[in-house]
């Protein structure tokens, strides 16, 4: 298999400590049900015309219950509330937000997951030892604003990119890659699945893979290509996303991983001290055609 000649062993080791700790991961068929339908075509950037080949919603169930009840989960979403949708408009954070985002950090580094990433940045020496110092590198890391949009104020941070969404000019869509944010859009009819993409016919995902590349419109804009993580917990995607953010320091920094069954890529790009996007990109999963 041609594409293993790259995969990262180290990275692939401490992200397959993070997998096992994940207790927080909900599973397939069981906590929610996706329902993949038709294959998407092709739409050109900037292009929002998208033809529908998934009549119904991606999500079809979701235990929201249990997501509520599940802190990391309660806070996370209590966070996706809070940014504007378009870039180029300043931000304004509340001291309620300030505060939201305090206790969502405090309850991801109670977890496992962040432990185990903790540690590893230590050995690393890319991370401070200190649990408050490792907190600040982190709110720095995800929720420090900055200017994206050249005209306007700090309009952006990475967390409000990669989880919550953005929208350049009105003309397209940016960041988004997060399936509780995917899930609380669609049912409020702002977000349409238009259906899954994949590389040639081997790679038809299936409704159990935890990573899907896919389609879709949100709030009228099309996205032609997204990815995201289905049923990972928030801290399990923060703690990827940051060891891979802290591994270099170029502007961009992607490494292919070999993740429980899935051969994927993890692509970070770096904003100055913050992180700019991240995203994960299926490549293969074994249960098919490994």
Do not use: C
């Given at each position: 298999?041609?594409?293993?000649?790259?995969?990262?062993?180290?990275?692939?080791?401490?992200?397959?400590?993070?997998?096992?700790?994940?207790?927080?991961?909900?599973?397939?068929?069981?906590?929610?049900?996706?329902?993949?339908?038709?294959?998407?075509?092709?739409?050109?950037?900037?292009?929002?015309?998208?033809?529908?080949?998934?009549?119904?919603?991606?999500?079809?169930?979701?235990?929201?219950?249990?997501?509520?009840?599940?802190?990391?989960?309660?806070?996370?979403?209590?966070?996706?509330?809070?940014y504007e949708m378009s870039t180029g408009v300043s931000e304004t954070v509340t001291s309620e937000e300030l505060m939201e985002n305090d206790l969502f950090l405090n309850a991801i580094l109670e977890t496992e997951v962040m432990k185990c990433a903790h540690r590893y940045l230590v050995s690393k020496g890319q991370s401070p030892l200190d649990q408050q110092q490792f907190k600040k590198q982190l709110y720095d890391i995800w929720f420090r604003l900055y200017h994206r949009d050249q005209s306007g104020g700090e309009d952006s941070c990475g967390f409000e990119h990669v989880f919550v969404g953005e929208t350049k000019y009105g003309k397209e869509i940016t960041g988004f890659h997060n399936w509780v944010q995917f899930y609380l859009q669609e049912k409020q009819n702002n977000v349409d699945y238009k259906g899954y993409k994949s590389q040639g016919n081997k790679n038809t995902p299936d409704e159990d893979d935890h990573i899907l590349n896919l389609q879709f419109s949100w709030k009228g804009l099309v996205k032609p290509v997204g990815s995201s993580f289905i049923g990972v917990s928030p801290e399990f995607e923060v703690a990827l996303f940051t060891i891979l953010f802290l591994a270099s320091t170029e502007k961009v920094t992607t490494a292919v991983v070999k993740v429980d069954e899935y051969l994927l890529e993890v692509v970070v790009y770096r904003h100055g001290r913050s992180i700019g996007t991240s995203y994960p990109k299926l490549l293969s999963s074994n249960n098919r055609d490994l």
């Open positions: 298999m041609a594409r293993s000649q790259g995969v990262n062993q180290e990275l692939s080791e401490v992200l397959n400590q993070l997998w096992s700790r994940d207790t927080n991961r909900l599973k397939p068929g069981t906590d929610y049900t996706i329902s993949l339908q038709g294959k998407a075509g092709y739409v050109a950037q900037h292009n929002n015309y998208a033809r529908d080949m998934a009549k119904a919603p991606l999500f079809a169930y979701v235990n929201e219950g249990k997501l509520k009840s599940i802190k990391t989960y309660a806070l996370f979403m209590r966070l996706l509330d809070n």
